[in-house]
């Protein structure tokens, strides 16, 4: 679950859980641990608050688990809750959602985050389904234009023919073409993405090159359009993007051994961009 904000990096080490005082008394300087607060909660919330309160935060949680927590807060759409445990520290990432949170979510999240207590993420799964209307919904205005014709391939038309074929027109979505990242060497690729807020569809511009067969781009296309028909499941603040529906119908596509055969024989190509 990976698209976070970026803000302050600035790294805070936390009071052991001893020396943390009772009560709700303020946070000395040396107690902030919060690394990043959300660039937007709303029009009202200033940045200082959103550090307050995620300094409030960080320290309940360093306090019940008896070690530093580095917090960093998001405004994610998918990933809600996601951490890396160390021994000595525990990297935190959370939703803003959380910093209103009351006790036993909290505790719920220590257990979860800290203590690797499975049966607290069924409450996490609670809260954050009641907190839906605070996760963003809308597009950015950086991502309101989507152009999808190429100098290859029109993805408008490859779209049409997938949802007439395979889908009987039953799926709404527009789409078009990613923008084209900074040149480095990367060790992965996403060829395309669905986003269930939008319904839209942005395909990799690596794609739109005449030695990419027709077949691949299209099965890309199907591929992100099955997203709409099986939405991605949670699971402790988690998503399972392909259920287990989701690849069987995946695998009704004519070409679908070619197209895996196609990609891992060109992954390096691909890469490259």
């Not at 719920?108 to 409450?123: E, F, I, K, N």
């Not at 695998?251 to 024989?265: D, S």
Request: hydrophobic fraction near 35%; charge should be positive.
């Amino acid at each position: 679950m990976s698209l976070f904000p970026r803000g302050s990096t600035a790294e805070r080490a936390a009071v052991p859980a001893s020396r943390v005082p009772e009560g709700p008394a303020p946070l000395p300087p040396r107690n902030r641990v919060a690394e990043e607060a959300p660039r937007v909660l709303s029009s009202t919330t200033t940045r200082e608050e959103l550090w307050s309160r995620a300094e409030s935060l960080a320290w309940r949680l360093s306090a019940n688990l008896g070690m530093p927590v580095r917090l960093a807060v998001t405004d994610n759409r998918s990933t809600m809750v996601s951490f890396r445990r160390g021994s000595q520290v525990l990297q935190l990432r959370l939703h803003h959602m959380f910093l209103e949170a009351p006790e036993t979510v909290v505790r719920a999240v220590a257990d979860y985050a800290g203590r690797g207590h499975r049966a607290a993420g069924q409450l996490l799964d609670e809260y954050i389904r009641g907190q839906q209307p605070l996760i963003r919904q809308l597009r950015r205005e950086s991502d309101a234009e989507l152009n999808p014709l190429g100098r290859c391939f029109d993805l408008r038309a490859l779209y049409n023919g997938v949802n007439e074929i395979y889908f009987q027109n039953g799926i709404q979505a527009r789409i078009g073409w990613g923008r084209m990242p900074p040149r480095r060497r990367r060790k992965s690729i996403r060829l395309g993405v669905y986003d269930h807020q939008t319904r839209e569809i942005r395909i990799h511009p690596a794609l739109d090159r005449p030695e990419v067969p027709a077949f691949f781009v299209e099965f890309i296309v199907f591929h992100e359009m099955l997203h709409q028909l099986f939405p991605s499941s949670g699971r402790m603040g988690r998503r399972v993007h392909h259920p287990r529906a989701f690849r069987e119908r995946e695998r009704t596509y004519p070409h679908y051994g070619a197209a895996l055969r196609w990609e891992r024989e060109n992954l390096g190509t691909l890469l490259r961009g």
